[in-house]
């Protein structure tokens, strides 16, 4: 344990520069004493590493100083291979140079990891898009990972929900992948960054204004907030159900599984009749209408009452157009 501690603390002072002890023990998640003792094993081992003092100090390496130790386990290896997205590669213009960089990664690995490395990636296999759904077409992913990349702003044409066009010019920070689809987080001047959907960019240039990512901005902490936030904007009303024993499977399909798992976590026992009453979350009582039909008769809405009016409306129209007495459609005869 000592030893790929050591190697790890090694690394990250060559990848990140000056750290402070607290900073080290906090990626190592060990005392700040185990740090002292681990720079001074590194010391005694040769490594060139020292110690600025004061408020700004900190250990480093001599400058100059590099590795060439991985230190890759097995199992490290394995999982660089499970990062490798071929489609998302693809998209963002990087294909062959995924491809070399992984070949240059095999063949850098000593035999025993390359061969876990090779089945891995054999065996195993990432398809991001979900079921029923395309990948996006993104032609512009290209401009925006550039402009993110240079760090320039970008005036686009952007159709927002609704739908409605607009025009923004904006800041992007980063790219996120998502369920297949690509977002961009970016920000209009002086203003929070927000998301921007990139199969949604009608038009976009690439303008040569320059500017300056805000200090301490980390694009995973806004992505978790942001998605969270997101989760509780989209159920902003509530719907009260009868559900029928054993129709929770449907009702996840149906409703989605976080929502159901919520409304499930604050529901009370199962009536005689095997019933149970949920307070599932929803985005409108229109849109629950449809999500609901669905359910055929194992839900029976109980409120709010427009939503209940609105189920009895739906079965109305459907008595009528399957009625007994309803008009059946002719049908050609059956070829003989």
């Known amino acids: 344990m000592r030893a790929s501690r050591l190697l790890s603390l090694l690394l990250l002072l060559q990848t990140r520069g000056r750290m402070t002890a607290a900073e080290l023990s906090r990626e190592l998640e060990v005392s700040v004493r185990t740090v002292y003792r681990d720079v001074e094993a590194l010391s005694a081992a040769g490594v060139p590493v020292y110690a600025d003092r004061g408020p700004a100090g900190g250990y480093q390496l001599l400058d100059g100083y590099r590795t060439r130790l991985n230190g890759l386990s097995a199992e490290e290896a394995s999982s660089l291979f499970l990062a490798g997205l071929p489609g998302p590669a693809a998209e963002l213009g990087l294909a062959e140079v995924a491809a070399a960089a992984e070949l240059k990664l095999l063949a850098a690995l000593p035999p025993e990891p390359r061969s876990h490395a090779s089945r891995m990636r054999e065996r195993f296999l990432l398809d991001v898009p979900g079921w029923y759904r395309d990948a996006d077409d993104v032609p512009l992913l290209g401009l925006v990972a550039d402009a993110v990349w240079e760090g320039r702003e970008i005036r686009m044409l952007y159709r927002r929900w609704g739908p409605a066009e607009v025009s923004r010019q904006v800041r992007p920070y980063g790219l996120v992948l998502k369920g297949g689809s690509w977002y961009m987080v970016a920000a209009p001047a002086d203003a929070e960054p927000r998301t921007y959907r990139v199969a949604r960019i009608i038009s976009a240039e690439a303008l040569p204004v320059r500017f300056a990512r805000p200090e301490g901005f980390d694009l995973g902490r806004f992505w978790q907030e942001y998605s969270a936030g997101f989760q509780e904007r989209m159920y902003p009303a509530e719907a009260v159900l009868r559900v029928a024993p054993g129709a929770e499977d449907m009702l996840r399909v149906t409703a989605g599984t976080r929502a159901v798992e919520a409304a499930l976590a604050t529901a009370g026992p199962p009536g005689e009749d095997g019933w149970r009453v949920l307070r599932l979350p929803i985005e409108s009582v229109r ?12 839900v029976e809405v109980l409120g709010p009452a427009e939503l209940r009016g609105l189920m009895i409306s739906a079965v109305e129209e459907l008595s009528a157009l399957y009625g007994a ?7 050609a005869p059956l070829s003989s």
Do not use: F, I
């Open 287 to 298: 849109h629950a209408r449809w999500l609901l039909l669905r359910m055929g008769a194992s």
């Open 325 to 331: 007495g309803a008009a059946q459609p002719e049908r």
